[in-house]
């Protein structure tokens, strides 16, 4: 079974320019998960996908960061405009239902200069 | 006061030794509670699940939790070299319908040979 996969690995943007991030869950997952670890700080939540629904995106930290999951598959994390303090490592979760354990992606590097 | 705190360690034990790694929570009502373990560099990779009060033993691995002192812990006997890496707990903190991992900022193990 195929694990999450994340993409790109790292992306150098400048401030103000738009990045596309993709995440691949492992095959079966509905529930997909956003995280983010910014320097020398614990990873924190960022959305919870259900399928194509958003079930929760409390964590979002401002309107700059859209996130979509068309057909439930795949879904992406686009940042418009990015900012300094957006460079971090951005994680993807993925689990079979909402009480089960979540799998990691292997992350994008995301710096912005 | 942190939702998940853990020591930052760094936790220095000699090959062979047992490793003990400590995590403590804040909400008395979260229900689900993940080890998780980090390499320099790569994704978190779960290495333990607990849900109900008491030990949980998969190898080389026992986790311990205790909901009534808000408790969990992670014991790695015959400690391996292999085994250094960061550690990290993660919590479901329970909110409504929110399952997103709250992290403490991880335990950074060494094992010397």
């Known amino acids: 079974e195929a694990g999450v996969t994340q993409f790109p690995s790292h992306s150098v943007i400048e401030k103000g320019q738009t990045v596309t991030l993709r995440c691949d869950p492992i095959?079966?997952?509905?529930?997909l998960y956003w995280y983010r670890r910014v320097m020398g700080k614990e990873i924190k939540f960022l959305l919870h996908?259900?399928?194509?629904?958003?079930?929760?995106e409390s964590g979002m930290p401002n309107n700059r960061f859209l996130a979509e999951r068309t057909g439930g598959t795949y879904s992406t994390l686009k940042v418009q405009p990015a900012e300094l303090e957006d460079s971090g490592v951005y994680f993807c979760?993925?689990?079979?239902?909402?009480?089960?354990?979540?799998?990691f992606g292997p992350g994008t590097r995301l710096t912005v200069l | 006061q942190k939702e998940v705190e853990q020591n930052s360690g760094p936790l220095s034990v000699p090959e062979g030794a047992i490793a003990s790694l400590n995590c403590t929570y804040s909400?008395?009502?979260?229900?689900?509670f993940f080890w998780y373990r980090q390499y320099s560099g790569k994704s978190p990779e779960l290495i333990m699940s607990?849900?109900?009060?008491g030990d949980k033993e998969d190898g080389r691995f026992t986790a311990q939790l205790n909901k009534a002192s808000q408790y969990v812990s992670l014991l790695i006997r015959d400690s391996q070299p292999s085994d250094s890496a960061t550690y990290l707990c993660?919590?479901?903190?329970?909110?409504?319908?929110?399952?997103?991992?709250?992290f403490g900022s991880g335990t950074q193990l060494t094992v010397l040979p």
């Open positions: 979760a993925s689990s079979r239902d909402t009480y089960n354990e979540q799998f």
């Open positions: 095959s079966g997952h509905d529930n």
């Open positions: 996908f259900v399928k194509e629904s958003k079930q929760d």
């Open positions: 909400d008395r009502g979260s229900q689900s």
């Open positions: 607990i849900y109900s009060n």
């Open positions: 993660a919590v479901v903190i329970s909110s409504g319908s929110a399952r997103q991992l709250t």
